[in-house]
């Protein structure tokens, strides 16, 4: 485990402590937030995986189709077009990268570990003071 996972789940965990130690309905309630935050980051991070899932897909059936067209292409014509890609036409689509969120997209495992500790100390802060 990197150290900013496990810094992030020490964090909640002393926030769950925190507010366990003296329960009281305004704590209660700032957990609810943080779970719900955890939460929604979560669908953000699945959502994103299964667009790269889709688009993985996508592009594999593509392949399939192209693989099957060929091989139903009379001998002569099937090694003309296996030729042409590889002299600069077309990319071949296994050498094209699946798309993956930026480090400052929504989901992105840095920006939700960030957000998540700086709403840790916020509610903290908050709280004490």
């Known amino acids: 485990m990197s150290d900013e996972k496990k810094e992030l789940e020490e964090s909640i965990l002393e926030e769950f402590e925190w507010a366990l130690q003296d329960p009281n309905e305004q704590k209660i309630r700032q957990l609810g937030e943080v779970v719900s935050i955890i939460t929604t980051k979560l669908t953000e991070a699945i959502t994103n995986l299964q667009i790269s899932v889709m688009d993985l897909e996508s592009q594999v059936s593509?392949?399939?189709?192209?693989?099957?067209?060929?091989?139903?292409?009379?001998?002569?014509?099937?090694?003309?077009?296996?030729?042409?890609?590889?002299?600069?036409?077309?990319?071949?689509?296994?050498?094209?990268?699946?798309?993956?969120?930026?480090?400052?997209?929504?989901?992105?495992?840095?920006?939700?570990?960030?957000?998540?500790?700086?709403l840790l100390a916020a509610r903290r802060r908050k709280a004490d003071g």
Do not use: D, N, V
């Open 62 to 118: 593509g392949m399939e189709s192209k693989m099957a067209s060929m091989a139903r292409a009379p001998a002569g014509s099937a090694g003309g077009a296996s030729e042409a890609p590889a002299a600069g036409g077309e990319p071949i689509p296994t050498m094209e990268k699946a798309p993956t969120p930026a480090a400052g997209a929504p989901g992105s495992p840095t920006t939700m570990m960030g957000e998540l500790k700086q």
